[in-house]
Structures are given as structure tokens and as C-alpha cells.
């Protein structure tokens, strides 16, 4: 099957997002997101949205996924593989390119791998009957239904763990998917230059106002919970302006959780390629590296 689909992925500060963009550009592509925390408005600084990577030579892309939902609201796996279909055949109708973009592995890994998703059962007898369980019984059921759990949240919230067993325990299977196969461009640097590209971002992010995007968020309503719910830079901003600690402990924290998130990204890709996935590998985001894939796969003569 010819290839419908073309995916950059890589690990954090590795320049992906500026790639992509280029690159759907020169193809009369668009651009759909790949990131779990982008989806959401007014996490601009910290989620890395750099949205004037979009514009290219005066011309603004179209990007979809970004800015779709306020904070206080839930994006899951569910959810983007359905926003995705619905993206994935507007771009396609109008005869465009579809850029699949980003770094969250379960949601790349979602349509790469082409994941069937069960959809909630809902009925009201079962969701009564695990409302009258204890939160200790509903953690032994939801560890007993799902084999591995992907997201640790689900044991640490009474809700999400039951709306988790009512999906496994589910016999539908969301089937409006289409049928997708992607050329994958993995973008990737020295381990050192990773490091060091991660945290000169850094510097340059706190520089731009990244505390304020935090307190911002707090003076309208995000919770300070839901804010460390999203991790790195929103959770240690927040345990920062909640003196928990010091600016320097915060950005010493925070450098570091990033750069072993850096690191469990990749891991995360070379278990798709375990898997059976193919993904090429180039160093750098080096546009003419990329274009020599996509001409030489995608677009053969």
C-alpha cells in the first residue's frame, strides 16, 4: 500500500515542529499535532506551540490539534484519534499532504500502529455497581482488567479509574479510523547536543515569561493539581509559585525531568521499531535529509 501519511517525529528540543513545517510547505502539506499537551489554549511558552514556525515565507500554514480545548477540560487517547480522522480527511479531500507531528509516543504510536480503541459502555447498571465499590476495589478491578496501564492517573482518580474499566470492559470497538500508512522521519541528535539544546530552551523559555503563562493560568481557575497533572514545566512553575521550592531548585528539577523525559521519548520510539515500524532516521532537523526520504518514498518517480 502506498503511503498516505507522512509522520516527523523525535524527542524534545530536537527542532521537529520547524521541520514539519517546512517540509508540509514545500509539499502542499498541513499540519496535524501529535502532542497531548499542545490541544490545550493559553499553554503556549510551556508546551512549545511556536506558532510562528508555522509561517514560511510569509505564508501560514494550516495546523490542526492546537488551542482546541481550555485546561480545566480532559484530552485522552479517545479523543485525538478521533479529532485525527476527522483532520486526516479534510486534508486529503482537498488533495494536501497530511504532517502527522510531534512527540507524544502513545498518540503518534495511535495511528502508526493503528491502535483499536474500545469505546465506554455507559449503562447505567454498570456504572451504579462500581460507584458502590471502595477506591481500593475499583484499583484491584481496573489492575485486573487492563494488563498495563498506560496512564497512572487512572488509580489515582475515582472517575478516570471507572470511566477505564467501563472502556475495558467494553466488547465495542470504535471502527471509523481510516486506513493509514505512514512514511516515518525521525528526527535525532547527539544524546550530548539534546542535552544541551534542552536546556539553553529552557532559559530562553523562562526568559519569554513561561512563570506568568503559570500564574495566568492559576488566576483563571487551572487548578494547581491539574497544573502538576501536566508535568514538567507546569508542574515545578507551580510547585515554584507555590513555595514548595526556590527558583533555583525549580529550574534544576525541571531541566532535569526534562531531560529524562527526552529520554523515555526515545525509548518509546525504538519499541516501535521492536514493533515493526520503520522509521528513518536523519541527524538533525536537516530539511534536505528529510526531502530525500519523502522524494525517494513517498513521492517516487
Given at each position: 500500500m502506498a503511503y498516505n501519511l507522512i509522520t516527523i517525529l523525535g524527542s524534545t528540543a530536537t527542532g521537529k515542529t520547524k521541520l514539519a513545517a517546512q517540509l508540509a510547505h514545500h509539499y502542499n502539506g498541513e499540519i496535524v499535532s501529535a502532542d497531548s499537551r499542545q490541544v490545550y489554549k493559553g499553554m503556549d511558552i510551556g508546551t512549545g506551540k511556536d506558532l510562528s514556525e508555522?509561517?514560511?515565507?510569509?505564508?501560514?500554514?494550516?495546523?490542526?490539534?492546537?488551542?482546541?480545548?481550555?485546561?480545566?477540560?480532559?484530552?485522552?487517547?479517545?479523543?485525538?484519534?478521533?479529532?485525527?480522522?476527522?483532520?486526516?480527511?479534510?486534508?486529503?479531500?482537498?488533495?494536501?499532504?497530511?504532517?502527522?507531528?510531534?512527540?507524544?509516543?502513545?498518540?503518534?504510536?495511535?495511528?502508526?500502529?493503528?491502535?483499536?480503541?474500545?469505546?465506554?459502555?455507559?449503562?447505567?447498571g454498570k456504572i451504579k455497581k462500581l460507584n458502590s465499590l471502595s477506591d481500593e476495589e475499583l484499583i484491584e478491578l481496573l489492575k485486573s482488567t487492563k494488563e498495563r496501564l498506560h496512564n497512572v492517573t487512572d488509580i489515582k482518580d475515582r472517575e478516570r479509574a471507572i470511566k477505564a474499566i467501563l472502556i475495558e470492559n467494553s466488547k465495542k470497538l470504535y471502527k471509523d479510523d481510516p486506513i493509514i500508512n505512514s512514511l516515518n522521519i525521525g528526527v535525532n541528535f547527539p544524546r550530548e547536543e539534546i542535552k544541551k539544546r534542552i536546556t539553553e530552551r529552557l532559559k530562553k523559555r523562562l526568559d519569554e515569561g513561561m512563570i506568568d503563562e503559570v500564574k495566568v493560568l492559576l488566576e483563571k481557575g487551572v487548578s494547581y493539581d491539574k497544573l502538576k497533572f501536566f508535568g514538567l514545566e507546569y508542574k515545578y512553575i507551580a510547585m515554584y509559585l507555590n513555595s514548595e521550592i526556590n527558583y533555583n531548585d525549580m529550574f534544576q528539577k525541571l531541566n532535569s525531568a526534562i531531560h529524562n523525559f527526552s529520554k523515555r521519548q526515545m525509548t518509546w520510539f525504538r519499541k516501535m521499531e521492536r514493533e515493526g515500524v520503520n522509521i528513518f532516521w536523519i541527524e538533525g532537523n536537516n530539511f534536505e535529509s528529510a526531502k530525500k526520504i519523502i522524494d525517494d518514498n513517498y513521492l517516487p518517480d
Open positions: 508555522y509561517i514560511i515565507k510569509g505564508n501560514s500554514l494550516k495546523y490542526y490539534m492546537i488551542d482546541i480545548i481550555d485546561p480545566s477540560e480532559e484530552f485522552n487517547l479517545f479523543q485525538f484519534k478521533k479529532y485525527f480522522s476527522k483532520y486526516f480527511e479534510e486534508i486529503i479531500s482537498r488533495s494536501k499532504i497530511p504532517f502527522l507531528v510531534g512527540g507524544t509516543g502513545m498518540y503518534l504510536s495511535s495511528i502508526i500502529q493503528r491502535y483499536s480503541l474500545k469505546i465506554a459502555d455507559r449503562s447505567e
